[in-house]
């Protein structure tokens, strides 16, 4: 089989119309949920190319299921949807006409890709079962994956595997990164708001100041990871905000704390959500200052199953070589919600390079005003699609031969 994938990969390099729709759909983001115009537009293709097109799952979710042969083995794919509200700054032609919100993650390109990937399987691949094709919105903090989920994808587009790919800058154009096991962390996060008791700032004996209690905290938290969880386990506690007063001369009523909280490890993350619990409620106390916690549990570990990992692998080696795979790359402490789809069907979820950036200029982060997916590398990652459902897919015959 592998002597055809330089055909295949050479076939995918005139991808104009895939460049040109993933250009269009940067053009018009679209927020969580709010993926309408997106959706139209993959449902629309699929159903000309003989997919039958489900929509509406998970508020604007669309899945396509093709069913080739008489084989019973069923494969998912994902693509997520959805843009971010951030004003873009990229200067691209292509550029967002909404101001405030862009497609800074990418997710305009794995959307491109596996419709590219959905057409020439489609036309040309030859498979026995069923390829369920998920595009899913509101991965950005939305949940979309869980809404899915708990509206019956799986129960009525059921899924032996499911796979998914993210582009990452930073990494050589088109090279595919892989890892078995905790690949991405958890997010949880909490508001904490003290209350205390406001006063003049040059009477301070009359107050019961939160901003103290709030500064002491904040440097407290950092204890947690530093002696509370093992060196070689991973925890992130973050506190991004901190709002209290308005005068220098005042001594605040309130503050009020935002906080997010990562690992690697569900036994982690449980000692990270119970430490901060005890430690904002002590030191609260220890200042008079009334401590409340509102706790709100995110995305979970994202946890790649091993033999699907080394499956793609294989794939991903077929298809480009072992000089442009990446068998297990690091872990990141970013959070993807396609973790809750692995917790309920084995499957991986890979990285495939943006681009290293030109010259002494590192590349531009995801979650960037000047970010934008790279073009080239549409072509590599429908390929890897192609092939990837072509062997897990393929024909009871075929996989005899190869036993």
Not at 63 to 85: E, Q
Not at 165 to 179: C, D, K, Q, T
Not at 329 to 337: H, I, K, N, Q, W
Request: proline letters at 5%; a negative charge; aromatic letters at 6%.
């Amino acid at each position: 089989m592998t002597e055809c994938l330089p055909e295949l990969l050479h076939e995918l390099q005139d991808l104009d119309e895939f460049v040109q729709l993933r250009r269009d759909i940067h053009r018009h983001p679209e927020l969580a949920f709010a993926e309408f115009r997106t959706a139209e537009l993959v449902a629309e293709r699929l159903r000309a190319w003989g997919y039958e097109v489900e929509t509406g799952v998970g508020g604007t979710g669309v899945v396509g299921r093709l069913r080739r042969g008489c084989g019973g083995r069923r494969l998912g794919l994902r693509a997520d949807m959805d843009a971010l509200p951030i004003r873009e700054a990229s200067g691209k032609p292509h550029a967002s006409v909404h101001d405030g919100v862009m497609h800074a993650c990418g997710h305009d390109g794995h959307t491109a890709m596996l419709l590219a990937a959905a057409r020439h399987i489609a036309r040309r691949a030859r498979i026995d079962g069923t390829l369920e094709l998920i595009f899913q919105p509101a991965e950005e903090g939305g949940a979309g994956a869980r809404r899915m989920i708990d509206e019956g994808l799986f129960e009525r587009h059921p899924c032996d595997a499911i796979f998914a790919m993210h582009n990452m800058p930073g990494i050589a154009s088109g090279r595919l990164v892989l890892r078995e096991g905790p690949a991405m962390a958890s997010s949880d996060y909490a508001t904490v708001t003290l209350s205390g008791v406001g006063g003049h700032g040059a009477m301070p004996q009359h107050a019961r100041d939160p901003l103290v209690a709030a500064s002491s905290i904040v440097m407290a938290l950092q204890t947690i990871v530093s002696r509370n969880v093992d060196p070689l386990a991973t925890g992130v506690i973050t506190v991004g905000a901190l709002h209290a007063g308005q005068a220098n001369n005042v001594i605040a009523q309130q503050a009020v704390m935002e906080i997010s909280v990562r690992s690697l490890d569900p036994a982690v993350r449980e000692l990270l959500r119970r430490r901060l619990h005890e430690l904002v409620e002590a030191q609260a106390r220890s200042f008079e200052v009334d401590a409340r916690i509102d706790w709100r549990e995110g995305y979970s570990v994202l946890v790649n199953d091993a033999a699907q990992t080394e499956f793609a692998r294989v794939v991903a080696t077929e298809l480009l070589g072992p000089d442009r795979v990446e068998p297990r790359g690091p872990a990141l402490t970013g959070s993807e919600d396609f973790a809750f789809m692995l917790e309920r069907v084995p499957g991986s979820y890979l990285l495939i390079g943006n681009g290293r950036g030109g010259g002494d200029a590192p590349a531009c982060m995801v979650h960037n005003p000047g970010y934008d997916f790279n073009d080239d590398i549409l072509a590599v990652g429908a390929a890897f699609w192609i092939h990837l459902a072509e062997r897990f897919l393929q024909p009871a015959d075929a996989r005899g031969r190869e036993a």
